[in-house]
């Protein structure tokens, strides 16, 4: 059987995208066929900088990269970081990796699962200020979030019998509507539609507190947790194992993996000094991985 084709984006070239990417791919020498998406020779570059023409080459090295997984050149694309504002000032108004493959693959709500070596965590809302973020949750939101990590857990991970716990948005899960009522109002109904969806032999468990839902997970109770929001999830995750951390994204038609840090800007503009491959190794194993296990269904 061939190796898996996997396609790496360097992201912002002023960020340590470019960087890191040298690194990882001199560590995995034949763990599988590369290909990198980026400029091959960058003139002039202001390392460090958030500017629109960086943003504008992070946009198209994704777009390229569609391509190739369009045409089956590649079997997985690993993506390093991009910056945000980069982009909104090359004139794209997505906010992040997630809602660029939403918008382009005509996928209406992937789901960001965010992952080290001892957690697994899918979120319901992603990058929302937090005063946001309850008008923002839905039944529906919920249900489609667990469902599609379900599904992920078994046909990217391999685990036959997923189980999942979901956490509440308030502390103690809302102590039944003492400290909230989004618990009751709208996270047990949505529970109760999963059970009834979910495929035989899955486990769900919930709403639980959040520290308790996620210290359950790292303690090997739960394959994932389901996070209502973006630091729920983020604070345990950079805790535990900042080093393993990675991003997938579910519910693509292709595996889309990511290191779990930002462009650093600040290392490259310095020289790249202290900048590590690490979570970028992390992103490209796992991909590789999931991609072998996606290859039996």
């Known amino acids: 059987m061939r190796k898996i084709r996997v396609g790496i984006t360097i992201g912002d070239p002023s960020g340590i995208g470019p960087h890191i990417t040298a690194i990882a791919l001199n560590k995995l020498r034949g763990l599988a066929e590369f290909t990198v998406i980026g400029d091959l020779k960058q003139r002039n570059l202001k390392l460090g900088r958030a500017l629109p023409e960086y943003g504008r080459a992070s946009i198209e090295y994704l ?3 569609l391509g190739l997984i369009k045409r089956g050149e590649i079997d997985c694309l690993v993506t390093c970081p991009i910056s945000k504002e980069a982009i909104n000032l090359a004139g794209y108004k997505y906010s992040g990796h997630t809602e660029y493959f939403s918008s382009k693959c005509g996928v209406k709500d992937p789901v960001m699962m965010l992952l080290n070596d001892r957690l697994k965590i899918s979120l319901v809302t992603r990058h929302l200020p937090l005063v946001k973020v309850s008008p923002a949750l839905t039944e529906e ?3 489609h979030t667990a469902l599609v990590t379900l599904a992920s857990l078994k046909n990217l991970f391999g685990i036959k019998n997923p189980r999942l716990v979901i956490c509440g948005l308030n502390p103690h899960a809302s102590d039944n509507g003492l400290l909230g009522k989004e618990e009751n109002r709208i996270i047990k109904p949505a529970l109760k539609k999963i059970a009834a969806q979910a495929a035989r032999g899955s486990v769900i468990d919930g709403p639980f507190s959040a520290d308790s839902a996620i210290a359950k997970t790292a303690k090997g109770r739960y394959d994932c ?3 209502m929001y973006h630091d729920q999830a983020l604070i345990p995750l950079k805790l535990t194992s900042a080093e393993t951390g990675v991003n997938i994204t579910l519910g693509l038609s292709f595996i889309r993996t ?3 840090h930002g462009t650093a800007f600040d290392l490259a503009a310095s020289g ?8 970028l190794i992390a992103a490209i194993k796992l991909a590789v991985k999931c991609a072998s296990i996606a290859r039996r269904y």
């Open 272 to 279: 790249f000094k202290g900048a590590s491959a690490e979570s």
């Open 63 to 65: 777009d390229r990269a």
């Open 141 to 143: 939101k919920i249900r």
């Open 225 to 227: 947790a389901v996070a």
């Open 258 to 260: 990511s290191p779990l």
